[in-house]
C-alpha cells in the first residue's frame, strides 16, 4: 500500500501523469499498484503507456545477466 499511496499522493499534489517502474519480481507489484489505484482511489484513472524491456549488467561474480523491466504511465482525466 505503500507504493499506492505515493501514487494518490502524486496525483493529490496536481500532477496529471504518475510514472511507476519496476525491474525483476516486482514487476507484478507495479501492475498491482496501477490496478489498486485505479479501482479504489481513482477509478477515472487511465493507463497511458506501457513499455516493457530488459536491462542487462553484470552480476557480482562477474557474469552478464538480464532482468525484465516494465514502465507504466497512468493519469487522471
Known amino acids: ?15 496529471e ?16 499498484v496501477t490496478q489498486i489505484a485505479k479501482s479504489r482511489f481513482y477509478p477515472e484513472m487511465r493507463v497511458e503507456n506501457v513499455e516493457l524491456g530488459t536491462e542487462s549488467f553484470t552480476d557480482e561474480s562477474g557474469r552478464p545477466s538480464k532482468v525484465s523491466t516494465i514502465h507504466i504511465t497512468v493519469a487522471k482525466q
Open 17 to 32: 501523469q504518475v510514472n511507476v517502474k519496476a525491474r525483476g519480481q516486482s514487476i507484478s507489484r507495479a501492475v498491482d
Open 1 to 15: 500500500m505503500n507504493y499506492v499511496l505515493a501514487v494518490v499522493t502524486q496525483f493529490n499534489q496536481g500532477h
